[in-house]
């Protein structure tokens, strides 16, 4: 199962919205809604942020949000702060089990 | 709470075994499965399988088939992960996870195995 293709690295300034694509095919992210979003610091383990494709767990800031279109699906973190700069991966169901993005850096300016 | 609790570091040489256990507490063990994600130093993350922890039924990544096992035990609510014929490409941080309706919602602290020679 080949992994999702997420841009290596992503920035922006405080107060911005940056968008994080997940590109995938029509048997993974373009054929299920079970694609979930995870954000993970260095050393720590990861956080989920987003599930089924839109739906933040409590607890997680409206600042993040969740889409989908054709194969890809997206990760918008909007009004950057400090604290989001990390690593998010994107994962979605496949029918082989599960498969990950390779996951992105953002970089808050 | 939901608890994903692994044990410790392990170390061992190439051609060898690992098991790795993850004891789940805060929630009905059997309403949701496990699976487990590895991630080598400094790369992504890689989802290695999947076991209900009612049936025991399972799934597991391709690349795996034939080294990996996945077991639960339903009396102390722990999930196992077995890995055979270790190299030393399997160095990474290994986590279970809670996968709830295919979301990775709880995770483990993980754990270290390093495969030195």
């Known amino acids: 199962q080949s992994a999702l293709t997420q841009p290596p690295s992503a920035s922006g300034s405080p107060g911005q919205s940056v968008a994080i694509s997940c590109t995938g095919t029509s048997s993974d992210v373009g054929g299920s809604n079970y694609v979930s979003w995870y954000q993970q610091y260095p050393g720590k383990a990861p956080k989920l942020l987003i599930y089924e494709v839109n739906n933040r767990p409590s607890g997680v800031p409206d600042r993040f949000s969740g889409s989908k279109s054709g194969n890809t699906a997206s990760l918008t973190v909007s009004g950057l702060q400090a604290e989001d700069e990390a690593h998010y991966y994107c994962?979605?169901?496949?029918?082989?089990?599960?498969?990950f993005g390779g996951g992105t850096k953002l970089t808050v300016l | 709470q939901v608890q994903m609790l692994q044990s410790g570091v392990e170390v061992k040489k190439p051609g060898a075994s690992v098991k790795v256990s993850c004891k789940a507490s805060g929630y009905k063990f059997t309403s949701h499965g496990i699976s487990w994600v590895r991630q080598a130093p400094g790369q992504g993350l890689e989802w290695m399988g999947w076991i209900s922890s009612d049936s025991g039924n399972s799934k597991y990544e391709q690349k795996f088939q034939g080294r990996l096992t996945l077991t639960t035990d339903k009396s102390t609510t722990t999930a196992y992960m077995e890995l055979r014929s270790l190299r030393s490409g399997d160095t990474a941080v290994y986590y279970c996870v809670r996968d709830k309706l295919y979301a990775f919602d709880n995770w483990g602290q993980g754990t270290l195995v390093i495969v030195f020679s």
């Open positions: 994962t979605s169901y496949a029918a082989t089990g599960r498969v």
